[in-house]
């Protein structure tokens, strides 16, 4: 056998071998998955035959009664992340511009050194910042500026205590937000210079470049960073906690005290002495695991379908 021969059957012994700790690795990551979903749905079915789809959709909550619904908890899950979203997804794209496109790389790298550092910061400094710094502030001027500006609105409604809804929403966007920066950049800086030197040499301005040649390129990359930090959002626990009341209370005004779901868990895990109690906790999960999911699945969806009126492969 001649050495060129030798060579070429070792590669190919070696790609098959890639190739399979590859298979194995992806098999391994759904495996998991499927095996914890599994778990939740073993140790929630006491909760899942008592309570049935009642569960998702009633708003009791009382362990002494032991009646239990997960409304409250889902209604402050989906509400504060979605806040954060409205809030952190802009910023994050307009940091990463002005660190790309305008500033000098001798003061871009600094900044990107204070964003990753905001990054490693733990989830419960985060929360202890926000309840006695972050919610002092929110109460003492943000919440009655909004009042006077909304007036009577049913969004800005009620006293202005400063913990609440709207507080953990901004603090959940303070936490996602480096994240999709980080990312959003970095998608931005993979953008071929001679692409947008073509652009600006045709004419057009900064604005129409950054719009048209850098986001568009990246623009899979974005919807990445931000699935990424929607993931990071939704079920973020520690942080949550201090600041988002802690109630089992539906109410549209972003003042009042909430909860969610990794509040919840978090709160009573440990005092659930009782089995159903204990149960309807696991089915909490349960349902943030299929939340997750089924978001995931939609933003999947929506991406293929974005990409495709872009004309993007």
Same mark, same amino acid.
């Given at each position: 056998?001649? &050495?060129?021969?030798?060579?070429?059957?070792?590669?190919? @012994?070696?790609?098959?071998?890639?190739?399979?700790?590859?298979?194995?690795?992806?098999?391994?990551?759904?495996? !998991?998955?499927?095996?914890?979903?599994? *778990?939740?749905?073993?140790?929630?079915?006491?909760?899942?035959?008592?309570?049935?789809?009642?569960?998702?959709?009633?708003?009791?909550?009382?362990?002494?009664?032991?009646?239990?619904?997960?409304?409250?908890? +889902?209604?402050?899950?989906? +509400?504060?992340?979605?806040?954060?979203?409205?809030?952190?997804?802009?910023?994050?794209?307009?940091?990463?511009?002005?660190?790309?496109?305008?500033? &000098?790389?001798?003061?871009?790298?600094?900044?990107?050194?204070?964003?990753?550092?905001?990054?490693?910061?733990?989830?419960?400094?985060?929360?202890?910042?926000?309840?006695? /710094?972050?919610?002092?502030?929110?109460?003492?001027?943000?919440?009655?500026?909004?009042?006077? /500006?909304?007036?009577?609105?049913?969004?800005?409604?009620?006293?202005?205590?400063? !913990?609440?809804?709207?507080?953990?929403?901004?603090?959940?966007?303070?936490? +996602?937000? &480096?994240?999709?920066?980080? !990312?959003?950049?970095?998608?931005?800086?993979?953008?071929?210079?001679?692409?947008?030197?073509?652009?600006?040499?045709?004419?057009?301005?900064?604005?129409?470049?950054?719009?048209?040649?850098? @986001?568009?390129?990246?623009?899979?990359?974005?919807?990445?960073?931000?699935?990424?930090?929607?993931?990071?959002?939704?079920?973020?626990?520690?942080?949550?906690?201090?600041?988002?009341?802690?109630?089992?209370?539906?109410?549209?005004?972003?003042?009042?005290?909430?909860?969610?779901?990794?509040?919840?868990?978090?709160?009573?895990?440990? *005092?659930?002495?009782?089995?159903?109690?204990?149960?309807?906790?696991?089915?909490?999960? %349960? /349902? %943030?695991?299929?939340?997750?999911?089924?978001?995931? /699945?939609?933003?999947?969806?929506? %991406?293929?379908?974005?990409?495709?009126?872009?004309?993007?492969?």
């Amino acid at each position: 056998m001649s &050495p060129s021969t030798k060579n070429k059957n070792i590669q190919q @012994i070696a790609d098959r071998g890639f190739k399979f700790l590859t298979f194995l690795g992806a098999g391994l990551l759904l495996l !998991i998955m499927l095996f914890l979903f599994i *778990e939740l749905l073993q140790n929630s079915w006491l909760s899942i035959e008592k309570f049935g789809l009642k569960f998702i959709y009633t708003n009791v909550w009382n362990p002494v009664k032991k009646e239990f619904g997960a409304a409250a908890s +889902i209604w402050g899950t989906i +509400i504060s992340t979605i806040i954060a979203m409205i809030i952190a997804v802009p910023l994050s794209i307009l940091i990463a511009i002005f660190l790309v496109e305008l500033l &000098p790389e001798e003061i871009s790298k600094w900044v990107r050194t204070g964003i990753e550092l905001l990054a490693a910061i733990p989830s419960i400094i985060f929360g202890m910042w926000g309840l006695f /710094v972050f919610a002092p502030f929110m109460a003492d001027n943000i919440q009655p500026f909004l009042q006077s /500006v909304f007036g009577n609105s049913p969004l800005f409604n009620g006293p202005p205590i400063g !913990i609440g809804m709207l507080t953990a929403g901004i603090i959940l966007a303070f936490m +996602i937000l &480096p994240f999709i920066t980080s !990312i959003t950049r970095d998608v931005f800086q993979m953008v071929p210079a001679v692409v947008k030197e073509s652009a600006h040499g045709m004419g057009s301005t900064l604005w129409e470049v950054t719009g048209k040649v850098t @986001i568009r390129y990246g623009f899979q990359g974005i919807v990445g960073g931000t699935l990424l930090g929607l993931g990071r959002a939704i079920g973020e626990t520690m942080a949550v906690t201090f600041v988002i009341g802690n109630s089992h209370k539906i109410s549209l005004s972003l003042f009042s005290p909430a909860n969610s779901i990794t509040a919840t868990l978090a709160n009573e895990f440990t *005092e659930a002495s009782d089995a159903v109690y204990l149960s309807s906790l696991i089915e909490l999960g %349960l /349902v %943030l695991f299929i939340l997750t999911f089924i978001i995931q /699945v939609i933003s999947q969806i929506w %991406l293929k379908h974005v990409k495709k009126q872009m004309g993007i492969q």
